[in-house]
Structures are given as structure tokens and as C-alpha cells.
């Protein structure tokens, strides 16, 4: 299991997408499309926080162990994605104690079932690239979110990347890649992740 994990806005879909038609490998997108509760997050997020984070807490964790059945596949974010945003959510008084000891007593019990991947990629991109990217693509729930919030995420996730230890991990720099119009960048940073799977 390969998965991708940035901020929103560094290209994760996009890489995601583009390692599993090239290599033939499955694909299990981020659950965005099925979310009920992302429109009403960007506008009401201490009452959604929780209830939003369960959601897809749940959805990855049926989509591992989809993956678990396979030899190898890209995810698209995995459960530590939502464990970034949770603590966010409750360092930042989104989400209140028992809410985030309840999704935190979920989510390490579903890490104790499925095996752990085989790499993570984690796409570091600054934050006003991120922004940029974002507005771009034009998903009108993420434009209601604060500056602020943004700048919170992307530190979250360099956190994050620097203590984890869970698997293999490649750290890419994607501020200045075009992966959708540069064939070369696509094939280097494609090639980059297998490498780091031997």
C-alpha cells in the first residue's frame, strides 16, 4: 500500500491518480465526493469537527482493509490523515476533549487491526502554494476556511512527517513540480517512490 499524504492543495489526487494508471495499481480516492458533512464543516466546524473526522476516519479504514486483500495500491490519504486533522481540530478548541479522545480511541484501535503501508509519500508544499492551488480548482467549501486555518494545517503536517515512524517514507518537495503538464517531473517523482519501496 502506497500512501500519498500534503495539505490540500499540494496534489495528492493528482500524484495518486497518475502513479495508479502508470503502474496498473488500484486506486482508493479520497472520500470527498461521498463527505455529507464537508459543506457544512467550512461553515460550522466545532459542530462538525467531529462528526466529519468519523466519517472519514471510517471510510479509509473500510478502504485499508479493501487494500490489505491486494499485493500492492495508491491510497489517497490514510487514517493518519485524519488523525493530523483531528489534533488540529482540537488543539485549536474545534473539537472538545471527549470528542477527540472518542475519535482518537477509534482510530488507534482501527491502526491495531490493519497492517500499516508499505510507504508513505508526503508532498510538502508551502502553504500560500497550497492556497493558490486551492482557489484554482475552485471547491467552494475549502474558500470559507480562515488563513489562518492553512498556515495551522501545513505545520500539523510537518510535524506530523518529522515523528512519524509507521513505515518506509519519501518526503517531496512539490512547490515547483507540475505534474499534470511536465511529463519529466511526473516520471522522476514517480520514479522516486518506487526506489523507495525497494
Known sequence: MIVIMGVPGAGKSTLA??????????????????????????????????????????????????????EQCVMDMGISGNDIFALLQYSTGLMNEIDYQTYMGVSDTYKSIIRPPDLVVYLQCSTNVAINRIIRRGRVSELKAPMEYWFQLNEAYEKWYNWYRGSKKILINVDDIDFVSDYEEEDYTIDSILESLI
Open 17 to 70: 491518480k497518475l502513479l495508479s494508471v502508470r503502474e496498473d495499481l488500484p486506486l482508493f480516492p479520497e472520500p470527498v465526493e461521498t463527505n455529507p458533512y464537508l459543506e457544512d464543516y467550512y461553515k460550522n466546524p466545532s459542530e462538525y469537527a467531529f462528526k466529519m473526522q468519523t466519517f472519514l476516519l471510517h471510510k479509509r479504514f473500510l478502504q485499508a482493509q479493501e487494500a490489505e486483500k491486494l
